[in-house]
Nanobody, 122 residues
Framework: QVQLVESGGGLVQPGGSLRLSCAAS????????MGWYRQAPGKQRESVAG???????NYADSVKGRFTISRDNTKNTLYLQMNSLKPEDTAVYYC????????????????WGQGTQVTVSS
């Protein structure tokens, strides 16, 4: 079994910063692509940022220059540094990690975190 645990969300004022973490644990053989999605009330889930196993990154236009995605492969952990936060960044943020489990390493499966609330408000 593989589990992802997110942390780091909370309430922050406009212009502030938060750092989200997503730690994978369990029977992990290797991890591939990782990323973050978010869902605001009444809106569809949208992609925020992604990072490949080789370290290539991509960002939604709305967060470019403000958010930075990174990963620590030794810890199977994903991060999202969010700076210059705006009220429109308010959402539940979900991480995902594509993992080959040590039980059946030939299969690649996407695992999701439980979600963490980010609220940007004065």
């Amino acid at each position: 079994q593989v589990q992802l645990v997110e942390s780091g969300g909370g309430l922050v004022q406009p212009g502030g910063s938060l750092r989200l973490s997503c730690a994978a644990s369990g029977s992990i053989f290797s991890s591939n692509d990782m990323g973050w999605y978010r869902q605001a009330p009444g809106k569809q889930r949208e992609s925020v940022a992604g990072i490949t196993s080789g370290g290539s990154t991509n960002y939604a236009d709305s967060v470019k220059g403000r958010f930075t995605i990174s990963r620590d492969n030794t810890k199977n952990t994903l991060y999202l540094q969010m700076n210059s936060l705006k009220p429109e960044d308010t959402a539940v943020y979900y991480c995902y990690i594509d993992i080959r489990s040590s039980i059946v390493p030939r299969y690649l499966k996407r695992y999701w975190g439980q979600g963490t609330q980010v609220t940007v408000s004065s």
